[in-house]
């Protein structure tokens, strides 16, 4: 079966969200499937080579990670099968996606080994190495959580991608935070009561993991300064602002991504801003 660049291209649209994330996906799948990374970087041998090799190994590492504390627990399975029903796969490709969570779940199954071809096709396209661990991390936050051996695992699997210590720990605020908007949007939905815990209050009574997510993908500490804060966050919109990263190569299709981490910032910052009481 034959993992194209329209898979790819879905998944990412579905994680973006929306008819826009969709249709950005379709873009990013068209790029794959016809070799052009934007850059000129992904020939046509080297995108087949992520075809055949990116789903593969993202259920894979999905089973390793979920047998990290000896067994996988049911919710664990009903986390990759979520997976699989946002990924839309065919009944074909889901039987695979579940074939290769089998083989993570081995107990000689090699991570390094396993992403050792992948890692160099990606650097092309970083992006899908942040989106691949984005997947691991929400099907892992959704199943039994993260503890140490999860972690470890999911930790070496970044670095393996070329990802460092600090990209993981942002991408995990990143996933927490969406989790918890998530949870918080839904709770208020559900009524007035609902909405009132204390993910969703501001200020002093911001939820103190939410406030620690917040300082993260500021890339400060909860010790800076105001000033300091400010900084932190001014840094952060510039580096990750849609028309520098286009400027420096980021591919068009891609650009709503780098809109989407630039309204987390925003928010991040006003959750800081509201419980120091900056003005």
Do not use: C
């Not at 990374?37 to 590492?61: I, K, M, Q, T």
């Not at 190495?129 to 959580?145: D, R, V």
């Not at 400060?220 to 952060?236: F, I, L, N």
């Amino acid at each position: 079966m034959n993992w194209n660049g329209k898979i790819i291209g879905a998944a990412i649209g579905l994680w973006l969200g929306g008819p826009v994330g969709g249709a950005l996906g379709l873009l990013v799948g068209h790029q794959f499937d016809v070799g052009d990374s934007g850059r000129g970087e992904l020939g046509p041998d080297s995108a087949a080579r992520v075809h055949e090799l990116y789903f593969p190994a993202v259920f894979r590492v999905m089973g390793h990670v979920a047998k990290a504390d000896g067994r996988v627990s049911e919710q664990e399975i009903a986390a990759a099968r979520a997976v699989m029903a946002a990924l839309r796969l065919t009944p074909e490709q889901v039987r695979q996606a579940i074939g290769y969570f089998g083989e993570g779940k081995e107990p000689g199954f090699a991570l390094d080994a396993a992403l050792a071809d992948l890692r160099p096709l990606l650097r092309a396209y970083p992006q899908l190495a942040q989106f691949f661990m984005e997947i691991q991390l929400q099907a892992t936050l959704a199943g039994n959580g993260l503890s140490a051996r999860p972690r470890a695992r999911l930790l070496r699997a970044a670095n393996l991608l070329g990802l460092t210590s600090d990209d993981f720990s942002r991408l995990e605020a990143l996933m927490r935070w969406r989790m918890n908007a998530g949870a918080a949007g839904a709770g208020a939905g559900a009524g007035a009561d609902a909405g009132a815990g204390a993910g969703a209050r501001g200020g002093p009574y911001a939820d103190a993991d939410r406030l620690r997510q917040a300082y993260t993908l500021l890339e400060t500490t909860a010790g800076a300064s105001d000033e300091q804060v400010v900084k932190a966050y001014r840094r952060q919109m510039s580096r990750n602002h849609p028309d520098k990263l286009q400027a420096n190569g980021l591919p068009e299709s891609m650009l709503e991504r780098a809109k989407e981490r630039t309204q987390q910032i925003q928010a991040a910052y006003e959750l800081v801003r509201s419980a120091r009481g900056m003005r």
